[in-house]
């Protein structure tokens, strides 16, 4: 069902679906996308481009929230950055917005695809390209929320001229990695794009064997890796820059950048990236991923419902997600013991679900710590100051948009009283202490999942 200011116009996008978990045919949902090739060089100054707004940070941080507010207030809709959201179904382990969110501002790119599907980053830089460009000629503001780096990072530079596999060529590949895929011998397949001429293939997420084809046919189709074909800069250096000046830091040297490049881009990026104190961050992941196992329709039952559509963990983009890949293997050994589960099997699946959250953001910092475009605010502060300065940001004409100090978050850990803080960092369930607190998602497990007899050894840490 399309919906929004747009209508039926086919660059929209903005596709929404019913909260209920579908049962869907992957074929039936496939979106048919318009090529279109952007150009990311403008000669046209900065004054006189188009405004886009960027809001990211880690996980947990509350970015999504911000992006809802700033959207009401300037009359725009959001564009999400979130390579989770774009599946149906897995609406709470990727914080989607509800549908009264959806209703009341229009979001693009969420829901628009199958778990059985995968989405490229190439693919979100053309969608999220084309609702941009929609969302401006209805004359409101864009505004791309999400984390993932590598999507947020294209969208705005653009992406590199990969050229895209012959049909003889993609068959080839198929045929070449068919029964490695078959027999699971992902060692094997890796070694031999490595052969092929892409080292590091090694270093792909196990059993991204939509990447591992790409990389072998870009290998053929070329005679290069995909490492040959970069972004339009070389190397963070070499970013074009918004203006962005940080006050009363002395360690901002690297912030306080020049605007000789910025003309390069097709649009004016303001983007902003929402943070906190990484003690604080954690408790807050940490309380979030309990949430997520509270009620009835949790993180687990979408997760039931993927391994119920025939999808194991790890084994495609939807179910390599922080959560979902914890929780179908966790559900899939339950099922291996007859439907049962102990509270040690429980919290032992809960903790690692929250180190690999943790982790996920600890990652989310370090990409973004050298991504030079952004403001880095402060997630602590009250939403209305944040949203007064990025609205302010938003409206001035001209000339260097300054960080105050009063909502600065400095990008890295600046004193030995917060690494302390670090290093001793344990996790305190809120809701989730004693044995006894997880008895009905145990009765739960015993009440729908069924017994399955698979070769696979999961173990949870």
């Known amino acids: 069902m399309l919906s929004g200011t747009c209508g039926l116009r086919a660059c929209c996008l903005r596709l929404s679906f019913s909260p209920e978990k579908p049962l869907i045919r992957a074929d039936s949902f496939r979106l048919t996308r318009r090529r279109r090739v952007f150009s990311v060089a403008c000669p046209v100054s900065s004054a006189k481009k188009e405004k886009v707004i960027v809001i990211s940070g ?9 992006a809802l507010e700033l959207a009401k207030r300037l009359n725009g809709e959001i564009i999400s950055a979130d390579s989770v959201q774009v599946y149906q179904g897995l609406d709470v382990g990727s914080a989607k917005p509800t549908p009264s969110d959806r209703k009341e501002v229009p979001h693009h790119l969420v829901d628009i695809l199958h778990p059985s599907e995968e989405y490229s980053v190439g693919q979100f830089f053309e969608d999220a390209r084309q609702a941009t460009r929609c ?71 196990a059993n991204d064997w939509y990447r591992l084809r790409r990389s072998l046919e ?61 003690v604080d961050l954690y408790k807050l992941i940490d309380y979030r991923c ?21 999808l194991l963990p790890n084994s495609n983009s939807a179910t390599r997600a922080i959560g979902y890949r914890q929780a179908m293997e966790y559900l899939l050994y339950c099922r291996q013991q007859g439907g049962r589960s102990s509270p040690g099997d429980f919290f032992a699946f809960l903790s690692g679900f929250q180190k690999a959250s943790r982790n996920f953001a600890k990652r989310q910092l370090t990409w973004f710590r050298n991504e030079q475009m952004y403001h880095w605010l402060d997630a602590s502060k009250p939403l209305e100051q944040v949203m007064n300065f990025i609205y302010d940001g938003y409206h001035e004409k001209g000339g260097a948009l300054v960080v105050p100090e009063s909502l600065r978050m400095k990008k890295d850990i600046s004193n030995r009283r917060e690494t302390s803080e670090l290093k001793a960092y344990r996790t305190r369930n809120r809701h989730f202490v004693s044995r006894q607190d997880c008895s009905h998602i145990l009765d739960w497990i015993r009440r729908t999942q069924p017994t399955v007899t698979l070769g696979l050894q999961l173990i949870f840490i």
């Open 218 to 278: 870009i290998i053929k189709s070329t005679g290069s890796p995909p490492s040959a074909f970069r972004v339009p800069y070389d190397s963070f250096r070499d970013q074009c820059d918004g203006v962005m000046v940080s006050s009363h830091d002395v360690n901002t040297s690297a912030d306080v950048l020049e605007e000789n490049n910025s003309k390069d881009l097709d649009y004016d990026f303001i983007c902003f990236f929402l943070s906190s104190r990484r």
């Open 58 to 66: 880690p996980t947990g941080a509350g970015k999504s929230r911000l």
């Open 290 to 310: 309990e949430d997520m196992l509270s009620g009835s329709d949790g993180i687990l039952s979408e997760a039931s419902w993927l391994l119920d559509t025939g």
């Open 135 to 205: 969302i401006l000629d209805s004359g409101r503001v864009p505004i791309v929320s999400g984390g993932t780096g590598l999507y947020l990072r294209w969208f705005m530079y653009g992406k590199p001229d990969v050229p895209k596999a012959s049909p003889e060529i993609a068959s080839e590949v198929c045929s070449e990695l068919a029964d490695l895929q078959r027999n699971e011998d992902w060692d094997a397949a890796v070694q031999l794009v490595v052969k092929a001429g892409d080292p590091k293939a090694q270093f792909l997420a």
